[in-house]
């Protein structure tokens, strides 16, 4: 990424002073100007010129037209060479010039967004680009934070603001972050102007969970840590105004820093074409070696007999000089076989894919009125051949909307809603959903469908009572009271905000609260409860409790949790509530649904305080604090009494398990890289059916250091080896591996297994001397989730897989954590969500759901490799047709560098006469429709092979022009050497022949094309017929007397094509070279057809069979759950909420706006659309020697 400010040696350490320019300056730091842009007025011609003459193919051409500038060896005119060429660059610096235009206007855009700056004691508005390190900011509510900041203080007690992540992460929900005590009153603008202390800090990084620094002020030093920072991307939320000192500004901030660099990307054709075009120029100096040669010995042995009619010119003085001026002549002559007009032609097939991905209709999102975007059009025929997708999940495959799906009280699952036949209902046959009007605090947007838990609360059943009241007490929402009986919750989690939701719509309203109590209504009852404890949640104890007063004085300790937690506290009377419980945990799972226990246990006043004054004891510890207050809340937390359990649905984005189904089944492998942790990326590996209970294995690594992680990768292997010791058919294990001559043994595995590895194992998988043993491993599962990944991992991953498997990758996602990753694969897919638009502005392509990656790839993908690899191969062919029948004509013409054509129908031979019927094949052509497309995905395999357009594909192209080419040349040849004309008079003269080649070739080729188009539309017939009329007009105008008289001195042959092609003899000729060099093509392709048939053209028979038959639409199942127990648990919470709100910091009288959790339906979807792939090897696997579901 390029930047305002000219390039600084690698930092060390960061020093900021507050308010104080002077003092920063000299440290040459980093402006907040962002520039992405590659050009400006006065650099572009000079610089896009260079990049474009880096281009083998460009500087090649130009080199042919100096040539052609050279009277002594040109045989063409310069306007053959330089008229396409200009026409190539400049259509390529139009194309340039114009997405720098958009990237300039993006840069204008950012850089002059406005801020408060405080400048000499007054805040004064400023554009982002003069913003400087160490300046005072002031954000309001809702702005966008516009560098990285260190919070001063904010609107909000203690120093406390809240703020969303969206664009760097690509989470919804809120974090919240503070300032450190002292810093936290300066509030007033005359403190903040006499500020003055220095920051001493970590160097620019691209860690977006990490910040280490140092505050000197008065003398005294205070520790800074992430919780203090406010970066550059976020937004700032329910936070009337804060203050923030700038540490990093511009490419310096944490965003930019993992934007990654922009790379350029080819595709494989574009590498392959490079290759070829150095072998054609080498096939090219052959020929032209030997034409010299043969003019050498010609002159010398037959051409100094002549010298009287034929002189040599002045500056040739010997054979062997003749002879080396012949081969510049001929280099010349044959430089058609690579013409510019091919690149001008990619160019523009490409160009017209893009508008076909962005014009499509079916992907266009009407909610978010979102198009698909081809962000580039280069990379069009590379969606042909994705064999790795790498997906973020948050935003992504997920829509980061938690709802209340189900719950199981006392033993009875709710949510399930039966039609007259006791069937269960699908979402679209289910009747209204509940009517909550007798509840006004119920939030509208929440929507549930079962009333027999509804009619339980009214009737006043006592556990379904405890349940709701568990939910509205045990949580770290704040609420908020913006008008009377408009309820905002603010969650640190949604799935709290639904949780809490749920209980709120079925009469457990929570309404308030302060750091010792809890304000409920109560079926329309306000009860304050006294909060006496919080016992918080986090990642390894997997649970959070209240201990509650009630007004009665009891005291009760709520909990929820993992089930893998909380059934083993459970009392032993609980059993048989156990067994029905862990039965609607298994189902709730199996659907895919994120599940917690819930529990209770009442607690005796005595034993209460004494267990409060061992918690006081150990949060006071000096050493082994959390492992202190750990031990105290599990002596509290046992022998439990079980209430039941709750499920929500982490709602996918619409069609995700048909996509991946579909995906999977056209041998694509995909990888989800995610920053969320592990139970909650691995139960979305479940609801999108990545993972399923049919999985051999499911293993995960989780250790910490190399050794670990080496030991769980290697008992992955042997675990996958041992069980493939044996496959069906009696062969052995061995001979299958032999047989399929496969790089890696584990390619030859039989079961299916998939690979969970957490971000800390990740960065010793990534080591070097491990990398191997991991991307095996990897590759050998048939999915992979990766969870706490940081953006620079996801980035390393892709390139791992980029490295060593030599496939085409993609990598999708929609934050800006995901931006490395998206620049890193070949191509990029951002979706355009509700998260920001960063990962849009890094992609190649985007639009604004998951769902829409399988059109991109089955139907568009397929078809524009399939076009570009037809266009390719019709191409090379018809110009070494074209061009070859030159070298043999240099046979019977003295090595002259004679030309067989005259020079007009040479520039016009790829210009004119063969350009349009293969561009309308080029965009338009089709093997199949796109509904086969999809029903078919195997059909996106020979992409993946690469077996369209290959060095094989190109010799047998070239073979087929040469042998044209040869039948061309002396079809003709043998036929004038004893023709007549009709007068007796001979046939045989130059511009006859001339004339009988030129319209041999063009019809040959025209009836190629059409042999070669799929798919016919008008514009193919029109261009093809077309082209061939203008070739007669264009042959019979030069040819004219009105021509003759214009310019006597270019068209003298007056008269010549209408006598040619009057005679008989010449249709003979042209009829019979038609059919010789067409009938061999028509023959194999016949034979290839009946004998050896693509599944395109079985699909396409199939096609003409089922045409008259009504489509029969198969109704799918969901397939009931079986297997073994797995838990369903999931909680995206994060562990210090209880101790904020015990402290009372966040709370105020008066505060903001909360954020309104809002609730959607739930949809069902296609469980079992996958089947295994009977004709491919068995997928790869992954290790830790745990099965997940064991």
């Known amino acids: 990424m390029a930047l305002c400010t000219k390039k600084r040696p690698p930092e060390e350490e960061r020093r900021a002073r507050a308010n104080d320019r002077e003092y920063n300056e000299k440290f040459q730091y980093a402006s907040n100007c962002i520039k992405t842009s590659k050009y400006n007025i006065v650099t572009f011609l000079p610089v896009n010129l260079f990049e474009q003459f880096q281009e083998v193919a460009n500087t090649y051409f130009l080199f042919l037209l100096i040539l052609q500038l050279i009277p002594q060896i040109s045989s063409l005119s310069w306007f053959t060479t330089i008229v396409p060429l200009v026409l190539v660059l400049t259509i390529t610096a139009v194309k340039d010039a114009t997405d720098d235009y958009f990237r300039h206007k993006s840069d204008n855009q950012v850089n002059n967004r406005q801020s408060q700056v405080l400048i000499s004691g007054i805040f004064q508005q400023e554009q982002w680009m003069n913003v400087c390190v160490g300046d005072i900011i002031k954000l309001e509510n809702n702005q966008f934070v516009a560098a990285d900041l260190l919070l001063l203080s904010s609107s909000e007690p203690h120093g406390l603001c809240y703020i969303e992540t969206a664009e760097l992460d690509g989470e919804t929900n809120m974090k919240v972050r503070q300032a450190i005590p002292v810093t936290s009153e300066l509030g007033d603008i005359n403190k903040l102007a006499k500020f003055d202390g220095e920051v001493i800090c970590e160097p620019p990084n691209n860690k977006l969970d990490k910040f280490s620094g140092t505050l000197y002020w008065k003398e005294n030093k205070f520790p800074l840590s992430n919780q203090n920072m406010l970066l550059r991307g976020c937004v700032l939320r329910n936070t009337e105004w804060c203050f923030g000192l700038v540490i990093f500004a511009g490419p310096d901030t944490k965003l ?85 007009s091919l690149y001008v032609s990619v160019e523009v097939i490409r160009l017209g894919h893009s508008y076909f991905i962005n014009w499509d209709k079916k992907m266009y999102c009407v909610k978010r009125r979102t198009p698909a975007e081809a962000r580039t059009t280069t990379l069009n025929e590379e969606l042909g051949q994705v064999e790795y997708i790498f997906s973020d999940k948050t935003g992504t495959l997920t829509q980061n909307i938690m709802i209340f799906n189900k719950c199981s009280i006392y033993g009875r699952s709710y949510g399930d809603v039966f039609d007259v036949l006791g069937h269960k209902a699908e979402l679209g046959e289910r009747p209204e959903p509940i009517d909550f009007s007798f509840n006004p605090l119920a939030d509208k947007k929440f929507l549930f469908w079962d009333p027999s838990l509804l009619e339980a609360v009214k009737v006043g059943d006592s556990h379904t009572h405890e349940f709701f009241r568990l939910l509205s007490l045990c949580h770290t929402v704040m609420s908020e009271e913006k008008n009377e009986g408009e309820l905002y919750y603010k969650a640190q989690s949604p799935d709290e905000g639904a949780l809490v939701t749920a209980a709120r719509n079925f009469g457990f309203v929570f309404r308030s609260r302060t750091p010792k109590t809890i304000t409920v209504h109560e079926m329309g009852k306000a009860i304050t409860y006294q909060l006496l404890a919080i016992l918080d949640f986090n990642n390894i104890r997997k649970r959070m409790s209240v201990i509650v007063r009630n007004p009665e004085g009891k005291i009760r300790l709520y909990c929820k949790g993992a089930d893998t937690i909380l059934l083993e506290r459970l009392h032993p009377s609980n059993q048989e509530l156990l067994n029905t419980t862990t039965d609607h945990l298994n189902e709730y799972a199996g659907d895919g649904l994120r599940t917690l226990v819930l529990a209770y246990k009442d607690l005796e006043e005595e034993y209460y305080e004494g267990w409060a004054e061992r918690r006081l004891r150990a949060s006071l510890a000096q050493d082994s604090r959390e492992d202190r207050l750990a031990s105290v809340y599990d002596e509290v937390e046992n022998d439990m009494m079980l ?55 499911v293993f995960i690594v989780t250790g910490h250091t190399v050794l670990e992680v080496r030991e769980e990768l290697r008992k992955a292997r042997e675990k996958m080896m041992e069980s493939s010791r044996t496959v069906g058919n009696g062969f052995s294990y061995q001979e299958k591996l032999a047989s399929s001559k496969l790089t890696s043994v584990l390619e030859a595995i039989t079961g299916e297994y998939a690979l969970v590895i957490n971000g800390h194992s990740l960065a010793h998988a990534l080591e070097a001397d491990m990398e191997l043993e991991f991307l095996e491993t990897a590759c050998a599962c048939k999915a992979v989730i990766c969870c706490r990944v940081t953006p620079l991992q996801k980035a390393q991953v892709v390139e791992l897989v980029k490295k060593y498997k030599k496939a085409v990758t993609l990598a999708i996602g929609d934050g800006a954590n995901d931006v490395s990753m998206i620049k890193t694969a070949h191509i990029g897919v951002g979706i355009s969500g509700q998260e920001g638009i960063q990962a849009v502005l890094a992609s190649d392509y985007s639009f604004s759901q998951f769902k829409f990656l399988q059109r991109l790839l089955l139907v568009h993908g397929r078809w524009s490799y399939l076009r570009m690899c037809k266009f390719l191969c019709y191409f090379f062919y018809k110009n070494f047709a074209f061009t070859m029948v030159h070298f043999w004509f240099g046979f019977f013409c003295g090595f002259s560098a004679q030309t067989v054509y005259d020079q007009y129908f040479i520039t016009l031979y790829n210009i004119v006469y063969t350009s349009l019927p293969v561009l309308a094949m080029g965009v338009f052509d089709q093997d199949v429709p796109e509904q086969r497309s999809m029903e078919y995905p195997k059909l996106y395999e020979p992409g993946q092979l690469n077996l369209l357009f290959n060095k094989r594909e190109f010799f047998i192209c070239i073979a087929q022009g040469i042998y044209t080419s040869v039948l061309m040349f002396f079809i003709p040849y043998g036929v004038f050497a004893e023709a007549t004309r009709d007068d007796g008079t001979q046939l045989a003269d130059y511009q006859s022949f001339a004339v009988t080649v030129a319209t041999s070739l063009v019809i040959v080729v025209s009836v190629q094309i059409g042999l070669d188009t799929g798919y016919w539309t008008a514009i193919n017939h029109f261009f093809i017929w077309g082209s061939l009329a203008v070739y007669f007009a264009i042959l019979f105008a030069m040819h004219s007397k009105g021509l003759f008289e214009m310019f006597p001195n270019q068209f003298r042959f007056v008269g010549n094509a209408q006598n040619t092609l009057a005679q008989p003899t010449v249709w003979f000729t042209i009829v019979l070279t038609t059919v010789v060099c067409i009938m061999p093509v028509v023959a194999f392709r016949f034979l290839k057809l009946d004998l050896k048939p693509e599944l395109s053209d079985t699909v396409r028979y199939t096609q003409l069979v089922r045409k008259k038959q009504k489509a029969q639409h198969r109704c799918m199942r969901r397939v009931g759950r079986t297997g073994s127990r797995r838990s369903g648990y999931a909680f995206s919470h994060q562990e210090g909420f209880g101790e904020l709100i015990m402290s009372g910091k966040n709370m105020r009288l008066s505060s903001l706006a909360l954020s309104s959790f809002t609730t959607r339906s739930s949809s069902s979807w296609i469980e079992t659309l996958r089947r295994k792939k009977s004709d491919s090897a068995s997928s790869p696997s992954g290790g830790a020697d745990k099965p997940l579901k064991g």
């Open 256 to 340: 930019m820093q993992n934007s990654g660099r922009t790379k350029f990307k080819r595709t494989s054709i574009d590498r392959l074409m490079n290759t070829l075009v150095l072998w054609i120029f080498g096939f090219l100096v052959c020929m032209g070696v030997i034409l010299a040669i043969g003019n050498a010995i010609w002159e010398y042995e037959v051409g100094a007999r002549f010298q009287v009619y034929l002189p040599w010119d002045e500056a040739v003085d010997s054979a062997f000089f003749s002879g080396f001026l012949s081969f510049w002549s001929y280099i010349i002559i044959l430089n058609t076989v690579v013409p510019i």
């Open 643 to 697: 209430l039941g359990a709750t499920a929500i649905e982490d709602k996918l984005q619409q069609g995700v398990p048909e996509t991946i189904a579909l995906l999977t089944l056209a041998n694509i492998k995909i990888w989800v890289l995610t920053g969320d942790k592990q139970e909650t990326a691995v139960n979305i590996g479940y609801s999108c059916k990545m993972l399923t209970d049919d999985m051999t294995e």
